[in-house]
C-alpha cells in the first residue's frame, strides 16, 4: 500500500501547477502517489499532468463542481495510509512529508498533523508567515480562539471515512478539521512546512458572507452533536461566536448597514480588547473601520 495519497483539485490551473506538483517531486520522503482531479478545465491542465510519470493519477469530473464536492469525487481513489492535500497554487517544502510521517507513524492517538504557513505572493515573495500557537493533543481550545490549520500543511490519517461538507461553498476544510480537533489528537510541528499563495483576487460581498454563516454551521452543528463541549470550553466558545459575529459585522459593513454591525459587535463587546476597538470602530466613519483592518 502506498504511505501517502495526495490529492490535488484543479480548474484552469496552469499558471502555477507545474511549481506545485514539482514540490511534490522534490520530497525527500518519496513513498506517495498524487491523485490529480481535473474540475472540467479549459487551459493546459491536462497536458502539464500528462508530462509527469506514473506516480500521477489523473481523474476528470463529468462537470465543473463545487471545491467541497470535488475533494469527495478525489478521496474515493485515495488508496494511502495517509491523505495530504495540495492546492495547485501552493508549494511544499521538502521535508513536509518526511518530517509529518516520521511522528504520525509512531503514536497512533494522532489522527492528524498539521505544521507553519509560509505567505507568498504571486510572484512567490514571502510576505509573512504563521507559526501555530496549539501544543500537540488537544488542540480544539486554540481552534476556537483562533482557526489556525492551513489545509496545505495537513497530513490525516485515512480512515475511509473522511468526508466534506458539500453544503459549504467556503469552508468545508474548516468543517472536517475542527471536527477531527474536536474528538481526537493533533500533532503540531513548530516548523514551516508549506508556502501558502496569497493571491491579489478580489473579496466580494458575496464571500465575505459565506465565511461567518458557514463557520456559525459548523460551530453549532459540532456544540449541538457533543453538548458538553459548550461547558467545557465555556470562554473558548464565546471567542469562536465572537468571530463569528466579527465576521457577519465585516459584511454588513462592506454592503453599508453600519448599525446592523453595531449590533452584532455589541454582543461580543466584552470577550477581549480586540472585540471592544472593534465595536467602538464601528461608529466612526468608514475610513477608521478600513484602517484599523489594515494595519491590525
Not at 90 to 104: A, N, R, T, V
Not at 124 to 152: C, D, R, T, W
Not at 178 to 197: G, H, M, P, Q, T
Request: charged share 25%; aromatic share 16%.
Amino acid at each position: 500500500m502506498t504511505k501517502v495519497s495526495v490529492l490535488m483539485n484543479g480548474y484552469n490551473a496552469q499558471k502555477y501547477l507545474k511549481e506545485a506538483i514539482d514540490s511534490i517531486y522534490a520530497q525527500t520522503f518519496k513513498d506517495w502517489e498524487i491523485i490529480f482531479i481535473d474540475n472540467c478545465s479549459t487551459d493546459d491542465t491536462k497536458s502539464i499532468v500528462d508530462s509527469y510519470d506514473e506516480k500521477i493519477k489523473y481523474y476528470k469530473t463529468d462537470k465543473n463542481i463545487p471545491l467541497g464536492a470535488a475533494r469527495n469525487f478525489g478521496l474515493q481513489y485515495c488508496q494511502g495510509q495517509y491523505i495530504a492535500f495540495l492546492d495547485t497554487d501552493d508549494i511544499w517544502l521538502s521535508y513536509k512529508l518526511e518530517k509529518q510521517i516520521s511522528l504520525m507513524d509512531k503514536n497512533d492517538a494522532f489522527q492528524l498533523s498539521y505544521g507553519g504557513v509560509i505567505y507568498i505572493d504571486n510572484n512567490g515573495v514571502e510576505i509573512g508567515n504563521l507559526v501555530p500557537k496549539a501544543v500537540s493533543g488537544n488542540v480544539f481550545s486554540q481552534q476556537l480562539q483562533g482557526y489556525e490549520i492551513n489545509m496545505q500543511s495537513v497530513l490525516l490519517r485515512n480512515t475511509g471515512k473522511i468526508f466534506f461538507n458539500e453544503k459549504l461553498s467556503h469552508s468545508p476544510d474548516f468543517d472536517l478539521f475542527v471536527d477531527i480537533a474536536s474528538k481526537f489528537e493533533v500533532f503540531v510541528i513548530k516548523d514551516f512546512l508549506v508556502k501558502y499563495r496569497k493571491l491579489d483576487d478580489s473579496l466580494t460581498s458575496k464571500n465575505i458572507s459565506v465565511w461567518w454563516s458557514e463557520m456559525k454551521y459548523t460551530l453549532d452543528r459540532i456544540f449541538r452533536e457533543n453538548s458538553d463541549l459548550k461547558k467545557k470550553y465555556s470562554q473558548e466558545y464565546k471567542s469562536a461566536y465572537a468571530k463569528v459575529a466579527y465576521n457577519k459585522a465585516q459584511y454588513l459593513t462592506s454592503i453599508n448597514k453600519k448599525n446592523d454591525a453595531q449590533i452584532e459587535l455589541s454582543k461580543y463587546k466584552f470577550v477581549n480588547y480586540k472585540y471592544f476597538i472593534l465595536y467602538l470602530a464601528s461608529f466612526f466613519p468608514l475610513f477608521v473601520w478600513e484602517f484599523i483592518h489594515k494595519y491590525k
